[in-house]
């Protein structure tokens, strides 16, 4: 049904209509709203056969999803940023005991410093944790991921990450068609547990495993990602005939077919991206936009397919490995590696930065010179950076840098010289 909502209560109702047996809850910016919401409908009577657990933290809400999978529930939480580090020794046991629990990831930046904006840098860290992950551009790609994922789980024995921009996606308000429960039903089955510990047919879960058998067991973790990449498009496809719209799949293309150079990004940056190519093809720039879908598992063939035909790629990316770069960009030099090219990463919307048409624009201008860095931060404040490498040779103790950059830039801000 079609409605002006706001986009965590839209994902909080795409869960119950999957009719989650168990839902587990911490609260952490920018996640809460989707696990009050759900906490209303538990109360209310509106998801009748759910029961609702309120936990002293992270890794308790991701354990409590991990016994109630253990025991054949349909398991779902929510969280964000530190929280989502909080929960990361629970988050490895859940992929590595095949449990399939979904999980919602606000996306918000990680500390120190403080910083509850959004980025990537959250999820990005656990991209070896075992867990599916995928990455919506918008509020109704969203929701429909979410249904998606529990067929995903429940299918494969494997849990699944959905990952939406906190604030810029979670806080709002647009049209969105949610899925009733009465279709949700057509295309999502009821839950028939793989893994389940039953009294009566006793099994061990959580065994310990020496090295004799260790290597087999995260190879088939590994095989169980690699049919993930046969059967998300299947279930996507699926989807799109049941629901009459197309979301979901492993990337999706835009304006590719003639390109030379094409940009790749994920999430929400995905329209600014598209608004920004569309001004470049008026200009008369063979240039598109791949966006990415499925992050883990990697969709390698399907990124090489799109940009096969490309000469240059540039990705756009708000997280980054410290000390050699980006990190989608390695992925799609991977993919790439029997390919000649050109390559570009640029960083962008850290801590929640505004990543603006002009600036992506300026950017791509000098990728179209040969002039751009391979490396690019967009919109960094050089003079800030200036001052505090000068503060630090000037002065050992020169103080914790995060404080020292609040102070310049409230200085230079009186005095009109920064943006």
């Known amino acids: ?44 009577g509106e998801l009748p056969n759910a029961q609702y657990v309120n936990v002293e933290s992270e890794f308790a809400a991701m354990s409590a999803c991990i016994g109630a999978s253990a025991t054949g529930a ?17 988050v490895y046991s859940a992929s590595g005991l095949g449990l399939p629990v979904v999980m919602t990831v606000a996306n918000r930046a990680i500390g120190g410093p403080i910083n509850i904006w959004n980025d990537h840098s959250d999820t990005m860290s656990q991209r070896d944790c075992g867990w599916l992950q995928l990455f919506a551009k918008g509020n109704q790609e969203a929701v429909d991921l979410h249904v998606q994922a529990f067929r995903l ?35 999502l089955p009821d839950f028939e547990p793989r893994i389940v510990l039953d009294p009566a047919d006793p099994v061990s879960l959580g065994a310990m495993v020496g090295p ?5 067991v995260k190879y088939l973790q590994h095989w169980k990602q690699m049919e993930a990449l046969k059967l998300i498009p299947e279930i996507g496809k699926e989807f799109s005939e049941i629901f009459g719209r197309e979301n979901g799949g492993l990337v999706h293309e835009y ?10 990004c994920l999430g929400s940056i995905t329209g600014t991206l598209r608004d920004a190519i569309d001004i470049r093809r008026d200009r008369g720039e ?8 499925a992050f883990r598992p990697f969709p390698s063939e399907a990124v090489r397919k799109a940009l096969e035909n490309a000469s240059t790629f540039v990705v756009f990316e708000k997280a980054f490995s410290v000390g050699i770069g980006g990190i989608v960009a390695g992925e799609v030099r991977m993919a790439m590696r029997d390919h ?21 624009n300026a950017y791509l201008d000098t990728v179209r010179d040969g002039t ?8 960094l404040n050089q003079d800030l950076i200036d001052a505090e490498l000068k503060r630090q040779q000037e002065n050992r103790r020169s103080g914790p840098i995060p404080e020292n950059m609040i102070r310049d830039i409230t200085s230079m801000m009186s005095k009109g010289g920064a943006r």
Do not use: N, W
């Open 372 to 379: 751009a860095d391979h490396l690019h931060f967009l919109d």
């Open 340 to 360: 000649t090219y050109t390559d570009y990463e640029c960083i962008c919307g850290l801590g929640g930065r505004d990543i603006t048409i002009d600036s992506i």
């Open 212 to 216: 004799e058998a260790f290597t087999e």
């Open 1 to 44: 049904m079609l409605q002006q909502i706001e986009g965590s209560k839209a994902i909080a109702h795409a869960v119950a209509a999957c009719k989650p047996e168990v839902i587990s809850a911490y609260p952490i910016s920018p996640q809460t709203h989707i696990v009050e919401e759900l906490s209303r409908m538990v109360k209310a």
């Open 255 to 264: 304006r590719t077919e003639d390109a030379d150079t094409i940009v790749v």
């Open 153 to 187: 789980a429940e299918e494969l024995s494997i849990p699944v990450m959905v990952c939406m921009d906190g604030f810029i996606l979670t806080h709002a308000v647009e049209q969105v068609d949610v899925p009733e429960p009465e279709q949700v039903a057509q295309f």
């Open 74 to 90: 349909r398991s779902y939480t929510a969280t964000a940023s530190q929280g989502f580090l909080f929960m990361a020794e629970a």
């Open 286 to 293: 063979k240039i598109g936009v791949l966006s990415l879908v």
